[in-house]
């Protein structure tokens, strides 16, 4: 799946990283011998390589291609889901997952096509997968406006949640093309709607966190929402950027807490200004968040086009995490891969497409090159690959996967991932 790349323009004054960026890390309590969610207790035990209370379980994962919605069911996700059959070394599965997927009206919360997902990746294969969820709050695709499958009805319904660009909904912003209306963001950057998905985040925690198999919950690229907010026409006039990172600061604040056995990602890619965007990736570390990123690209694209200078297109976040100082940025750079392990989606323009020519890559990255980044670069504990079954049509470019990029399709994907594993898995030293 292409998620939108729109990263924002810099129409802000500098923002600056003020006091609540300390770079010290904070202090934890011991966590409880148990964690009790509606009405069971269940012990956690600790899978980490060093005995950390969070569940540690790095490695290689496939990645879902589409997304839950409100429609879906398990039948939608079951035959890619047993793809993993007979690749042992490949242990889990991240999905994509709506926000009205999960909440149907206001504080009614329906896990059960999740649940099903995460039992059928417990039993059904050789040996149980681990789940990790990417919570989009929002669709990439065409948002069905007026459902609830990307965005619950009753923010679409309350003017409590702000304006939306067609005058008769409310709570989301995004693009309208002929009337209709493409990709849409739920306005997370008002108050009122991040207090909803917050409880959203903390409904979850209660429900999964004492999971030994519930690996990881990750929150949607910042640059999504934000373009989704900015580079549309029209634009939200409502969206203030230091408005958008104070709300994200309280969503990780609140996941951290809600899930206090398991991995908290943040997709820092671009916020509007560099400064902010690289001391967010700091404050991030400092309060055990995993950097996360939605696209990996080769090492070929770091050793021969010196992808990673500050100059170049690589996102703030990542350039802040690697120790490298963005363009116009005056934030004091730290190398932070010592302290945290990247987790790393691997998706459809990554390794199949056009998208990634000028670096390179007329055909997109092979497997084998965007490994060698994961472990010599990026330093990832995670990798998150999309599952291609060959048929699928690249973007951007034309053809199908298996014409254009053979090694993309799962099938020739799975062994090459099974049999080269990734390095950097050691338990973080900014987990507690």
């Not at 999960?102 to 294969?125: C, M, P």
């Not at 429900?207 to 640059?223: G, K, R, T």
């Not at 570390?285 to 990673?308: E, L, W």
Request: proline share 7%; net charge negative; aromatic share 12%.
């Amino acid at each position: 799946m292409k998620r939108c790349r729109l990263l924002a323009g810099l129409i802000a004054s500098l923002i600056c990283a003020g006091p609540g960026f300390s770079q010290t890390i904070n202090s934890r309590p011991s966590p409880p011998p148990q964690i009790c969610a509606n009405g069971q207790c269940a012990t956690i035990k600790s899978t980490s390589q060093n005995s950390g209370s969070i569940k540690w379980n790095p490695g290689q994962y496939m990645a879902s291609e589409g997304i839950l919605s409100g429609k879906s069911t398990l039948a939608n996700f079951t035959s890619e889901m047993d793809d993993l059959s007979g690749w042992d070394n490949i242990i889990g599965y991240r999905l994509f997952v709506s926000w009205g997927a999960l909440e149907r009206a206001e504080g009614s919360y329906d896990f059960s096509v999740l649940d099903a997902i995460l039992n059928r990746l417990k039993t059904q294969y050789k040996k149980p997968k681990r789940l990790v969820i990417a919570l989009v709050p929002g669709s990439f695709g065409n948002c069905h406006v007026g459902t609830g499958d990307y965005i619950p009805l009753y923010i679409q319904q309350n003017a409590l949640y702000g304006a939306s660009p067609d005058g008769g909904s409310f709570g989301w912003w995004g693009g309208i093309s002929n009337g209709d209306v493409n990709a849409c963001v739920a306005a997370v950057w008002r108050p009122a709607v991040m207090r909803r998905f917050i409880a959203l985040v903390q409904a979850l925690g209660a429900h999964y966190d004492a999971d030994p198999d519930f690996e990881a919950i990750m929150i949607q690229e910042d640059s999504w929402v934000i373009g989704n907010a900015v580079n549309t026409s029209p634009k939200d006039p409502s969206y203030v950027d230091a408005t958008m990172l104070a709300q994200l600061q309280s969503l990780l604040t609140a996941a951290t807490s809600a899930f206090p056995h398991t991995s908290v990602v943040m997709q820092n890619t671009w916020l509007q200004q560099p400064t902010s965007t690289q001391a967010f990736e700091q404050w991030m570390v400092n309060n055990r968040i995993a950097p996360g990123s939605p696209d990996s690209v080769g090492q070929s694209a770091f050793k021969d086009y010196d992808f990673a200078n500050p100059t170049s297109k690589f996102a703030w976040g990542l350039e802040a995490y690697m120790g490298v100082q963005a363009s116009g940025s005056a934030w004091k750079p730290v190398d932070l891969r010592p302290e945290a392990h990247a987790f790393m989606d691997v998706e459809g323009p990554d390794i199949a497409g056009t998208f990634y020519g000028f670096i390179g890559a007329p055909e997109g990255f092979e497997p084998q090159d965007i490994i060698a980044a994961l472990n010599q670069t990026y330093k990832a504990s995670h990798a998150f690959w999309i599952h291609f079954n060959g048929s699928d049509p690249v973007w951007p470019g034309s053809g199908t996967v298996s014409a254009v990029a053979p090694w993309a399709s799962w099938s020739s994907l799975a062994p090459i991932i099974n049999s080269n594993p990734l390095v950097n898995t050691s338990y973080p030293e900014n987990y507690p």
